[in-house]
């Protein structure tokens, strides 16, 4: 096989991972019921330099909002789950804390926007077990 072959297939699972940790955080987005607190969900696509990708994913992963960060191959280096109380406490997670911390070089945000169903995260990461 060859290498850009090789790169390709990376990239292509990269890119479903990356889908379906999307696709798992909107399913997760608890609902208000009853009167219940929502919660805002967010996935943050991060890149980073690459000489400080596991310092940068530390320091995001220490941040209050951030409830995980996984480190990933395709056109992120990161991707980041935030999740808060308030849509407004978004600008105070991503760009005035993420984006300020050394090393990081741009983010790409997607906002969940409504919860359809419940979702294992494992099954997120099945993707790529298969055999080809």
Do not use: N, W
Not at 2 to 17: D, L
Not at 45 to 65: F, H, K, M, R, Y
Not at 78 to 98: F, G, K, N, P, T
């Amino acid at each position: 096989m060859s290498g850009q072959a090789v790169r390709q297939g990376v990239e292509g699972r990269a890119g479903r991972v990356v889908s379906a940790l999307a696709g798992a955080a909107a399913r997760l987005v608890p609902v208000a019921e009853g009167g219940g607190d929502a919660v805002v969900t967010a996935v943050v696509l991060l890149t980073a330099a690459v000489d400080s990708i596991p310092e940068v994913a530390q320091a995001v992963a220490d941040l209050d909002g951030v409830s995980e960060v996984y480190s990933v191959a395709g056109d992120a280096d990161l991707v980041v789950m935030v999740r808060v109380r308030r849509h407004e406490e978004l600008a105070d997670v991503i760009a005035d804390r993420i984006g300020k911390i050394d090393g990081v070089l741009g983010t790409h945000t997607m906002i969940a926007f409504r919860a359809y169903s419940r979702h294992d995260l494992e099954a997120a990461f099945s993707l790529g077990d298969e055999e080809p």
